[in-house]
């Protein structure tokens, strides 16, 4: 078995690979696997997408409009990442995720915003996620009021947990899914609210955002950490 020292070197350098492109800094902790990626999009061209992330769409409908917005309520100014595209297709969830790192056992966050649509009001972090089709989703609704727990398998978006919640639209918020082996628990404005098992994905995947049809949504702090299993 590789030891943890071992993987050091190399978490670094991907590390030092990743500032300048994306924003992110991945961190091991001294004397563990652990590491912390995060994208603040701050170093990304105002206008354009985002480098280092990719972009995908559940379902039908246009592909997404992603691009690097300045924002002057940004929680870490000056820029945020914004989806645009206002198609109201009620089946289509566009995404932004990041190339890498890959995880696990991860706590992965945001802060959103909502701020417009006619169909859907939606934020939502995804992780373990292997293509468009396959992933973990948490969601919070500011046309519904509510933060939910998906698993998306083989394109099929399937709901296992709805929260009623005030989700306001025009305001930033945090959302956060902590998850160790098959166990999910997820925080909307640092409340847990939903606490869930699923074995569906194992395999270490990536981490992004999502949003749901014509929601227009701002993005600010992605975050990812390991979590010891």
Known sequence: MRSTDARLPILVAFSLALIGTTAAVLNPSPGTAQATASWTFDSSSVGQPPTGFTFGRTGSGRPG???VRAAADAPSGPNVLAQEDSDRTDYRFPLAVADGPMFGDV???VRCKPVSGRV?????????????NNYYLTRANALEDN?????VQNGRRIE????HVPVASGVWHSLRADMRGDHVEVYFNG???IDVQDSRFTAPGKVGVWTKADSHTLFDNLTATTLAP
Request: aromatic share 20%.
């Open 160 to 163: 296992v947990k709805r929260v």
């Open 65 to 67: 409009r992603w691009v």
């Open 147 to 151: 933060v939910c727990w998906y698993y």
């Open 107 to 109: 706590s992965v966050a």
């Open 191 to 193: 409340k847990k609210l």
């Open 120 to 132: 859907d009001r939606a934020c939502g972090i995804v992780w373990r996620y292997q293509d468009e």
